[in-house]
């Protein structure tokens, strides 16, 4: 018997339509328009599809030299970050998934109550500069490096997996950190990627710890280059033509944000598999 598709499907497909379309099109006016021409972008001409197309654009935003060191930074970061993130973050996961663990529910609770408060922008500030992180890369990466919630997610899943796999590495003779790192790590692969992915985004996207801590320009992510461009109306100085130089400045912006935002969205086919798999499994086992 096939499925009815009811007036309620078409409005809803059609509701979901226009959400994708209302989502797809500042991006793609912006590659529209970051691979135009002067003139045209210069008349309004530019809508869904490049006129005069040219590359005139990115190679100005790449012959500024701080957008390619701030991009190596905050590939850097990324990496680092995420690397950092992920071990600190299942490994304690790992230990609360064991509920005859010394104050189990005690550490659990204090983690659950960060979820509601925070200490604030100030006292995280003082902190930091306790601990002499102002200028120094690890200011953008530990700062941030565990999220609550996400270890409360790889909690969940780790306490799903079977006790006899455990039992298996310690008949073998492995100790605890020898079944965390190769028995429990191999069968975590789609929390991980999906955590992992969470991590990533979060931190190529960071641009406020720059903004507290950072002073030393050449510690820069990309972030706070496009923001500065965006807010502050920052152009490359390439697009001054015709003593208007308003639109190409645009232009310059939305190319530099289609740099910024292409390299973190060609992560998702990639670890799309393991994206919902991970976070269904971490959200509704145990």
């Known amino acids: 018997m096939k499925p009815k598709f009811g007036l309620f499907d078409v409005v809803l497909y059609g509701m979901l339509l226009l959400v994708v379309l209302s989502c797809l099109y500042p991006f793609v006016y912006m590659i ?7 003139v045209p972008v210069l008349k309004g001409q530019v809508f869904l599809w490049p006129k005069d197309f040219n590359l005139h654009t990115y190679a100005a935003v790449f012959e500024k030299p701080e957008i390619g060191r701030a ?18 973050s299942a490994a304690g ?7 005859h663990m010394l104050f189990h529910r005690g550490f659990m609770v204090m983690i659950v109550i960060t979820l509601f ?5 100030i006292p995280t500030f003082l902190v930091v500069r306790s601990y002499h992180l102002i200028d120094t890369i690890w200011a953008m990466i530990l700062p ?15 306490a799903g997996i079977p006790q006899e796999v455990e039992e298996s590495g310690k008949i073998d003779g492995l100790t605890d950190i020898g079944i965390f790192f190769r028995l429990v790590l191999p069968l975590s ?41 965006v807010l502050q109306g920052q152009g490359t100085g390439a697009g001054n033509i015709g ?34 798999k991970g976070a269904l499994i971490g959200s509704i086992k145990g």
């Open 32 to 38: 529209a328009v970051s691979f135009s021409g002067v």
């Open 71 to 88: 991009y190596l930074n905050t590939i850097f970061y990324t990496v680092l970050g995420t690397t950092i993130s992920l071990l600190v």
């Open 93 to 99: 996961a790992y230990a609360l998934s064991k509920k």
């Open 117 to 121: 408060f925070s200490g604030g922008m």
């Open 144 to 158: 941030t490096a565990v999220s609550s919630w996400n270890i409360i997610v790889m909690r969940t899943f780790f």
């Open 189 to 229: 692969k789609a929390i991980l990627a999906t955590i992992g992915l969470f991590y990533g985004v979060a931190i190529w996207n960071n641009f406020f710890s720059a903004l507290l801590y950072l002073r030393d320009a050449n510690l820069f992510p990309l972030q706070i280059i496009v923001r500065n461009m």
């Open 243 to 276: 003593g208007d130089s308003l639109i190409v400045d645009e232009s310059i912006k939305y190319a530099t944000i289609i740099i910024t935002t292409v390299p973190i969205l060609m992560v998702y086919p990639f670890l799309q598999k393991y994206f919902a």
